[in-house]
């Protein structure tokens, strides 16, 4: 990588390109890419059945539908039937507890059976006996969810997918990927990387969450702003109803204008009412040029200005793959990261200064191109107006593919390194973008002003701020010594208040789960929760399928 610290000549600039490049493949590699090189320490996921109380337990108020059978002997055996011994988990506590328990080990179920079917027909004959018995069913991928979306709240059973992994077909001129819904999202991207495409999503948990499981959340992730929403690359979806009813909609067309786009209602439903076993998606060609650049700026002003500018001068040399699937121009990923996110990340880690100086701010540009030689010089050209125009104090440009993944590496290791915090307040909400540092500023404040913040023994310890500017995604993360009931009371509902005050969604692209679906209103007005319900209630007359979330029990 090499530094952009002033608008020197950009001859200087050019010179220096090719000789840190060559110094990449020496033993003094760039200080940055040393410092986000070393992973961060014990990333194992430790399950401890002692330490995680069950959901009912930690958040009270929970009453199991009675209506919803217990499991017997007489049902679990009818379901290894279907399934086959291997395809069954029963009784051992041990063995439950990772699809009991979501990865933040926050949610916790009382599950004694897991089911993890191969076939979409194994998975319709487990519904239709399921839905017979009122046996109540949490469909579940890689269990990587961040709302307690893909655990049981009670002793529903677990419908793992994890089993159904296979690529159905591909179709090279189209760039149309057909797959099972518990394939893998990394191992999808990689087998597509063969044939010189990629997958239209990225996510930081791309190595464990299913491309199902991405769909039935309504995935956003580090692309969404160059590809869109799956709402839009989604073609086709496979989908089993409650009742066992499959419907395919596998379909491959670009266009298709006959009745309703029924695919639409199970992108985003959370498992609800229905349950993803087949995808249809369209991907797009991979770049031959990826461009990776790291601002360091004194403020979030400086960020939207970097932003605005980017857009006006990057979004041309995006390539031609953009403009024939999105059908006009795109923007470059844009990714910002206070220094709290940063500080948080060296706590966990042991990195080396990523500048020589720190910065209140980061900004994190990625370009894709075909022409490397022209996008290298427009990126440059970028960070020269930026550092002249006083807007970025500090830069750094990835030289290749090792550093982009390292420069990326450092975006994507802020949940991870949360996640070794005692406790962390996860939220994922979305704003104007010019509103997105003041939540922040205005949450710390509320905190400091309820006393729970600011002291050396205050239970909050950080508030870190992350996320996406272009689609005004902000990833506001509470860090705490402990959960703490006076702090959870400060922090809901007075920041689903402050988004709904400022226009905004109280869940950007986590979902709503267990963890936000009583606080829906502040999204949605009456008449449309009503309208899901509704819906709800047409295709899951028994209420059998990802029971006690996603809609409001009031």
């Not at 929970?62 to 217990?70: A, C, G, L, Q, S």
């Not at 491959?252 to 309703?260: H, V």
């Not at 709290?340 to 701010?361: G, I, R, S």
């Amino acid at each position: 990588m090499h530094s952009v610290r002033s608008a020197t000549a950009r001859l200087r600039i050019a010179s220096r390109m090719s000789v840190v490049a060559a110094a990449t493949s020496a033993s003094a590699k760039p200080a940055l890419l040393r410092a986000i090189a070393q992973p961060l320490s014990n990333t194992a996921r430790l399950y401890a059945t002692k330490t995680v109380p069950y959901t009912v337990d930690k958040f009270p108020g929970y009453v199991r539908n009675e209506n919803f059978k217990k499991l017997e002997e007489e049902d679990v055996q009818y379901l290894k039937s279907i399934v086959g011994e291997s395809g069954v988990i029963y009784g051992n506590e041990e063995d439950l507890f990772p699809f009991n328990t979501d990865w933040m080990n926050k949610f916790r179920g009382k599950s004694q059976l897991v089911l993890k079917p191969k076939t979409t027909q194994q998975v319709s004959d487990i519904l239709k006996y399921c839905n017979e018995k009122k046996l109540a069913v949490v469909p579940q991928g890689g269990n990587t969810g961040l709302v307690g979306g893909s655990v049981p709240v009670f002793d529903e059973i677990v419908l793992n997918l994890q089993g159904m992994n296979r690529i159905r077909g591909f179709d090279s001129v189209s760039g149309i990927l057909t797959c099972d819904a518990g394939c893998v999202l990394e191992v999808l991207d990689n087998w597509l990387a063969e044939k010189g495409y990629m997958m239209p999503l990225d996510l930081g948990a791309k190595g464990s969450c299913h491309i199902g499981g991405n769909i039935a959340t309504n995935a956003g992730g580090l692309r969404l702003l160059r590809y869109g929403s799956l709402h839009g690359t989604v073609l086709g979806l496979e989908v089993v109803l409650p009742d066992g009813t499959i419907l395919d909609n596998m379909s491959t067309l670009r266009k298709d204008n006959t009745g309703y786009d029924l695919k639409q209602l199970f992108i985003g439903s959370e498992g609800t009412i229905g349950v993803i076993t087949g995808v249809s998606i369209l991907t797009p060609h991979r770049s031959k040029a990826v461009n990776v650049a790291l601002l360091g700026l004194n403020s979030f002003e400086d960020v939207q200005k970097a932003f605005k500018k980017s857009r006006v001068e990057l979004s041309e040399i995006l390539s031609e793959k953009i403009h024939v699937l999105m059908g006009s121009f795109a923007d470059p990923a844009f990714e910002f990261w206070d220094i709290n996110a940063l500080q948080m990340f060296k706590k966990h880690a042991t990195p080396k200064e990523v500048m020589q100086n720190e910065y209140p701010f980061y900004v994190l540009i990625e370009t894709s191109g075909s022409n490397k030689d022209h996008d290298d010089e427009k990126l440059t050209t970028y960070l020269e107006n930026m550092m002249t125009e006083g807007v970025a104090e500090d830069g750094v440009v990835a030289q290749d593919e090792s550093q982009i993944r390292s420069l990326w590496s450092l975006r994507e290791g802020f949940t991870e390194a949360l996640g070794k915090e005692p406790a962390v307040y996860k939220y994922d909400i979305s704003m104007p973008v010019p509103k997105i540092y003041e939540c922040v500023e205005d949450m710390r404040q509320h905190l400091r002003d309820g006393g729970v913040f600011g002291q050396e023994d205050s239970p909050v310890t950080d508030v870190v701020a992350y996320g996406h500017v272009g689609d005004g995604n902000l990833h506001l993360n509470i860090a705490a010594q402990r959960l703490d009931p006076k702090t959870s009371a400060l922090i809901e509902p007075y920041l689903f208040e402050w988004v709904s005050k400022h226009q905004g969604s109280i869940s950007a692209e986590h979902g709503l789960g267990v963890a936000k679906n009583e606080f829906l209103g502040y999204s949605k007005s009456p008449v449309m929760i009503q309208l899901m319900k509704t819906m709800k209630k047409m295709l899951d007359p028994n209420g059998i399928l990802n029971p006690y979330k996603y809609l409001p029990s009031s």
